[in-house]
Structure formats: structure tokens, C-alpha cells
């Protein structure tokens, strides 16, 4: 009979065995995980590794299981690097799990299908349900690591095209089974806080695990409810996470997602100044329209209207002048004519002509004109012909007989 | 002879003008009464139109500054 030990000796002896044995110190384990839960408090994850026929607890603290890309589930076949020991105070025969994989990326790609296949069928993915991303946003909201690169990416792109543009970061743990939960809380926060226009989950590059968080149901559900247009930027070009598809834009990196969320200002600039231009240019040709307008009236009643009214009108007056002129014309000669006529009717009847010819005109001494029957025996009297005047006395006066006359 | 309260209305009344000048009916007393009112409603046409012409001239110098200041700050 040996001596008699402690339980505590017990424990630290058995411990020691283990932890001097160089395969159980760093070795890779297959199993199923069963019994997962997280302190809440510590952050540390307790669960058992199972096969058919054998089972084994495990601790993984939470230092380890930040670093996990994948929420382990119950029944997820997963491999583990990890340290074979003994817990001393329980006397509990343990694995402390540095790493863990999912076990063939086979069962976890099944896993994303059938999620995959359950949120399309819900709608999830539908294009409908897609927003439009704001044209000229003033704040975006970011989610995403406050010390990763994604951030820096996404601060460069937009100071260069659009400085003017607020940032609202919403820090997250992008890796580790945590970082799902937050990412989801951070696309409600910001959702709901109402102050920004648009939001960017994003995350740098890196392995396929790394991103597999952004796989999550919860990310979805809560980029799916969020009013405000998402835009994801999940790892690079090749990434293609559920965030993705439910996503109202998908960028394929974190610096393309931020010039898809801002317009470029110079761009802006040179579209408002075609703009610019072309009102200009519109305006001046109106204004040229109305000279036009104008110079044609100014033509018209310079060149044309008036003036033809006063041309017609001096034709008119011309035309009634010439007339009259006419008249007048014809009526002077019509006159002198007439006035020819009387002159030579006059001067036909003229007594003195008559003298010329040989007769004489009798006077009396009060100068009258008479004919012989008027005169007296005794009388004197005047004769007068054409060019010479004889005083004489009657002797006489006979009347004549006709028959007697000598011819 | 009343000013119009716009350009268009100058312009519709010009138009009107030319159109009784080319009636026969006119009589010349008239016309030379429509060619003077014609000639004022020219002027004020003229007179918006070079206003307007002038004004743009000031928008376009603000509007150059401010294109001018904006690409300066790009």
C-alpha cells in the first residue's frame, strides 16, 4: 500500500504527465461540437468535442474566440488546435482550443446554402426590396473595424470626391463569432439613429473564414429591416458573403463602395457647368429670338409700310394734280379761243373799219351820230371818214325814191 | 398711346399695327399715327431687350466667379 495523497496531489501529478507530453501539448482534433455556450461575462466558450462513440470538454477562452470567423453551432463538425490537459480543480480531463475550423469547408458551404436557400425564399434577396443609393448624400454611416484599413480606404476615397460629406463610424469587431451580433447592431443603431443617408458595412481583405462572419443570418435580417440603402464591401472582388445579396449595393472593396456611396465633386463641377453653359446659351439665343422679332417689325415699318401708304397717297395726290393741271389747261385754251372769236367778231363790227372803206359818219354839232333824215336845211354838221373830218351846211334833205335811185 | 407691361405685349401690338398699316383702309392721317405709335413701342421693345441683354451680362460675370471659385477650391 502506498502512501496516501490528496486529491489536489492527485490532480497536479496527473496534470503534470499530461502537460510534459509533447503530443497532447499542441495537437489537431477532429469532433462534432455539442453543449455550446459563451460566458457572458468572461467571454470564455465551453462545449464538448464528440464522435460516435466518445466525447471530450473544452474551453476556449475568449482571447482564442475573438479570432473565430464562424459562430460554432451545435452539431458543426469542426477541427481544433489545441492543448490535451486537466483541469485541476474538477479533476476534469480537458481540451483548450487555441484554433478552430470548421471541419472540411464542405459541411459549413452546405450550412451557407441552406441559409442562403431559406433567405431567397423568403424574399430576401428580391431586387424589389432594393433602395437606390441617395445621389448627394451629406452623412454615411460606416460599420466596420475603427483600426482596419477598410476604414481608411473608405476616408480617403470620399475626402477626395467629396469632403464635404460627414462620417458616422459605427466600430465593430469584424472578426470573431461576436462580430456578427454587433455588425447587425451596428446597422440598426445607425438605422434608427436617422442621421445618415446611407450606410457601408465593410471589412479588408482577408481569408475565406475570415469573412464568413458576414454569412451570419442575424447581419442579414438586420441589413434586410434597415430603411436606410446599405452598401457592402465585404473582402475583395472574389468575396461573395449573404451580405452581399441582401445588400441594396454590393461594392467589391471597401475604397469602390465609398465611390458608389459619393458623387465625384470635380464630375459635379463640370456636369453644373454644361449646365451652366447651356442655359447660357439658351438664354442668349431667346434674347436674339426677340431682336429678330423685333428687327423684322423695324424692317417692316422703316423700310416697307408707311412709306408706302405716303407713296400711294402722293401717287394719288400726284395723279389728281396732273388732272386738274389738265383742266385747267383745256379750260385756258378753251377761253383764249373763245375770247379770239369775240375779238375778231369785234373788230369786224368795228365802224371805223367801215369808214375805211369809203362811207362817212354824220355828226351833229353836239356830237351825236345821226342819219340824214334827222337833219335840217341850215344845219351844220360834221362829216367825218376814215382818216380826215369836214364841216359843212345842209342844203337839203330829200327822201330818197327807191325807184327813182340811181344806181 | 398706353406702355405695354411686356415685350410680348410691344410685339403683339406691333403686329397688330402691321397688320391695319397693310389694310387699304387706312387713311394716311391714320398710318402716321400707327408709325408713331409704332416707333414708340419699338423703342421700349429695344429698350427691355437691351435691359435684358445687360442683365445677363452681370449674371454671367457672377455666375463666372462663382464657377471660377469653385474650381479654384477643387
Redesign the interface.
Given at each position: 500500500m502506498a502512501e496516501v495523497i490528496s486529491v489536489s496531489e492527485l490532480n497536479r501529478y496527473v496534470k503534470r504527465l499530461f502537460d510534459t507530453n509533447d503530443l497532447l501539448f499542441d495537437l489537431a482534433l477532429r469532433g462534432e461540437i455539442a453543449n455550446f455556450v459563451q460566458n457572458a461575462r468572461s467571454g470564455h466558450c465551453y462545449f464538448s468535442l464528440r464522435d460516435e462513440e466518445s466525447s471530450v470538454k473544452a474551453v476556449m477562452f475568449r482571447s482564442d474566440a475573438r479570432r473565430l470567423a464562424f459562430r460554432p453551432e451545435e452539431g458543426m463538425r469542426v477541427v481544433v488546435r489545441c492543448r490535451a490537459t486537466l483541469y485541476e480543480r474538477d479533476g476534469a480531463f480537458q481540451v483548450y482550443v487555441n484554433e478552430m475550423f470548421p471541419d472540411g469547408i464542405g459541411a459549413a458551404q452546405l450550412a451557407l446554402e441552406q441559409l442562403k436557400a431559406k433567405l431567397n425564399a423568403e424574399g430576401l434577396f428580391d431586387t424589389a426590396h432594393k433602395k437606390l443609393l441617395p445621389r448627394y448624400p451629406e452623412c454615411i454611416g460606416i460599420v466596420t473595424s475603427k483600426t482596419g484599413a477598410a476604414l481608411q480606404d473608405i476616408r480617403n476615397v470620399i475626402r477626395r470626391r467629396m469632403p464635404s460629406v460627414r462620417l458616422l463610424l459605427c466600430p465593430v469587431t469584424v472578426q470573431g463569432f461576436e462580430a456578427a451580433e454587433q455588425v447587425a447592431a451596428a446597422i440598426r443603431t445607425l438605422d434608427a439613429s436617422g442621421k445618415v443617408d446611407e450606410i457601408i458595412v465593410a471589412r479588408g481583405g482577408g481569408s475565406r473564414e475570415d469573412l464568413w462572419v458576414f454569412n451570419a443570418e442575424v447581419i442579414a435580417r438586420a441589413a434586410f429591416a434597415c430603411q436606410t440603402p446599405l452598401i457592402s464591401a465585404i473582402g475583395h472582388e472574389i468575396d461573395y458573403t449573404i451580405l452581399d445579396f441582401v445588400a441594396d449595393q454590393r461594392a467589391p472593396t471597401p475604397s469602390a463602395a465609398a465611390e458608389l456611396a459619393v458623387p465625384d465633386r470635380a464630375e459635379l463641377l463640370r456636369t453644373l457647368q454644361d449646365l451652366q453653359q447651356n442655359i447660357c446659351k439658351n438664354m442668349q439665343k431667346r434674347l436674339d429670338l426677340c431682336y429678330n422679332g423685333l428687327e423684322q417689325y423695324n424692317y417692316a415699318l422703316e423700310q416697307g409700310l408707311p412709306h408706302r401708304t405716303l407713296q400711294r397717297s402722293e401717287a394719288q395726290l400726284q395723279a389728281v394734280r396732273q388732272a386738274i393741271c389738265t383742266q385747267m389747261t383745256s379750260r385756258k385754251t378753251l377761253c383764249t379761243q373763245q375770247l379770239h372769236h369775240a375779238a375778231a367778231l369785234a373788230a369786224s363790227l368795228n365802224p371805223y373799219q367801215v369808214l375805211a372803206r369809203g362811207y362817212a359818219m354824220i355828226r351833229t354839232p353836239d356830237d351825236r351820230i345821226c342819219t340824214v333824215g334827222q337833219l335840217y336845211p341850215g344845219e351844220t354838221i360834221r362829216l367825218r371818214d376814215a382818216l380826215h373830218c369836214a364841216e359843212c351846211r345842209v342844203e337839203t334833205v330829200e327822201e330818197i325814191n327807191e325807184s327813182t335811185q340811181e344806181l | 398711346m398706353k406702355a405695354p407691361k411686356s415685350?410680348e405685349e410691344g410685339?403683339e401690338r406691333?403686329?397688330d399695327?402691321?397688320t391695319r398699316?397693310?389694310s387699304e383702309e387706312?387713311s394716311?392721317a391714320d398710318?402716321?399715327k400707327?408709325?408713331a405709335e409704332?416707333?414708340s413701342l419699338?423703342e421700349y421693345?429695344?429698350t427691355v431687350?437691351e435691359k435684358?441683354?445687360l442683365k445677363?451680362e452681370e449674371i454671367?460675370a457672377k455666375?463666372a466667379q462663382t464657377?471660377q471659385a469653385?474650381?479654384e477650391e477643387?
Open positions: - | 415685350f410685339m406691333l403686329n399695327i402691321l398699316m397693310q387706312t394716311l398710318s402716321v400707327l408709325y409704332a416707333a419699338m421693345c429695344h431687350l435684358t441683354s445677363m454671367d455666375l464657377m469653385a474650381e477643387n
